[in-house]
């Protein structure tokens, strides 16, 4: 930013001159009481410009004289150009980036392409979360979560999965989930979803991002065929919702259904997945 114009300060007005005003030091001299001025024609014939008496100037007089004459006036010193103003970029308000990320995630499902392109304008104009700044950390991990979402949706995952994992850093439960599932889904990565997944566990976490990093886990135990530690995980869920949230039981036979039939699905993960969908049911009396 320019602290100011950079142009010297004016220099002080010294006021009004008065017409006539002398040079200081010409005094001009009293003429002697009574005493005659010079009548034109009558005087000592010489010249006010130095040049000695009329058309009989010496040599030395012209010599000056034309030297004076052919001498060049020196330039005037030029101003200092003036220092073009900076301008602050402008930053969006708190409302303003959430209203627009509001607007984004509306997009998100009919058009990814625009949503991503009004996140990024909005991310130009949002300066970095400084440090201890709560909830402008938060702003800009859901700006990073939300990016991520786009940017899967439109088939680039690896650069969806830079973007979770920023906002990951930044401590978002939320974006570690869309992590998780990229690489359990879009870009398999087994070690590193059951990772991350076990990273979360250990959180403090909301009922939403609990049962989804609980059935993850799950998930991936069947996929490494792992039968026995799968079977533990599905029923450490029917410990947490058979009885109180029966309908999260039934969300995650689903996804385990998807397993047992996945295309091209090595037998024995078939048949692990089959297994556990006979006796992993809510509680008897419940309903979802």
């Not at 690896?158 to 992590?179: E, M, P, S, T």
Request: hydrophobic share 35%; glycine share 10%.
């Amino acid at each position: 930013m320019a602290s100011g114009s950079g142009r010297k300060p004016a220099s002080k007005q010294t006021g009004k001159k008065s017409s006539g005003a002398r040079k200081p030091g010409a005094v001009k001299k009293p003429t002697a009481a009574g005493a005659k001025r010079p009548v034109a024609g009558k005087g000592a014939g010489k010249r006010t410009d130095g040049r000695g008496p009329t058309g009989k100037g010496s040599g030395a007089s012209k010599k000056t004289s034309a030297a004076r004459s052919t001498r060049s006036t020196p330039p005037a010193p030029r101003p200092a150009p003036a220092r073009a103003a900076t301008r602050e970029p402008a930053h969006l308000t708190p409302a303003q980036l959430d209203a627009l990320l509001d607007r984004a995630e509306g997009l998100l499902e009919s058009d990814p392409g625009r949503a991503l392109d009004s996140i990024d304008e909005a991310a130009s104009q949002v300066p970095p979360a400084a440090r201890g700044d709560e909830d402008a950390i938060e702003r800009e991990a859901r700006l990073l979560n939300l990016r991520g979402l786009c940017l899967g949706a439109l088939g680039r995952h690896q650069d969806a999965i830079v973007d979770f994992q920023r906002a990951c850093d930044l401590g978002d439960d939320y974006a570690a989930l869309n992590l998780i599932e990229t690489w359990l889904n879009d870009r398999p990565d087994l070690a590193a979803a059951l990772e991350e997944a076990e990273r979360l566990r250990g959180r403090q976490l909301d009922e939403h991002c609990r049962f989804h990093v609980e059935n993850y886990i799950a998930q991936l135990r069947v996929l490494r065929g792992e039968a026995e530690v799968a079977r533990g995980c599905y029923e450490r869920l029917l410990e947490l919702y058979g009885e109180r949230a029966p309908a999260r039981i039934e969300e995650s036979r689903a996804r385990l259904a998807e397993l047992a039939s996945r295309e091209g699905a090595p037998a024995t993960l078939t048949a692990l997945a089959t297994e556990l969908l006979d006796w992993f049911r809510p509680a008897p009396g419940q309903t979802p």
